[in-house]
């Protein structure tokens, strides 16, 4: 194996490693419309992807204050903490987060890491 992967063929496979991974991953954009949700979002919250990706985090966060925590996030950067979501089938899901601003082709987007925890 090279020593050095070709950056296009790691960010290719982190995606594709992240994507399936049994974890929590979301991204959104700065008017909190998901773009990209991993497998283990799908089946942690048990909406199809198609469903999840016509969602905004206000949507899926139980918290009344989403608005002002997302707003928050992105004049800092990044967050920290925890959140209930709302699965499909009414249950809400403890998870601990963390939230962070990236970029692609100089557009901002959001990515955030769940945990479920039990409480």
Request: with cysteine; aromatic share 6%.
């Given at each position: ?8 063929i ?33 089946e942690?919250l ?6 999840l990706?016509?969602?905004t985090?206000a949507?899926i ?6 608005d ?7 004049g ?22 963390e ?17 479920p925890?039990d409480?």
């Open positions: 194996m090279p020593e050095e992967i070709e950056p296009i790691q960010a290719t496979l982190i995606g594709d490693a992240v994507a399936s991974a049994p974890y929590v991953v979301l991204v959104a954009d700065e008017n909190m419309h998901y773009l990209a949700v991993s497998d283990g979002a799908c942690l048990g909406y199809s992807r198609a469903d990706l016509r969602k985090v949507q966060v139980e918290e009344s204050d989403a002002l925590r997302y707003r928050r996030m992105i800092e950067g990044s967050q920290r903490g925890r959140i209930g979501l709302r699965a499909s089938d009414g249950r809400v899901i403890k998870a601990i987060y939230a962070h601003e990236t970029r692609v082709s100089k557009l901002p987007y959001y990515v955030s890491v769940l945990i925890i409480e």
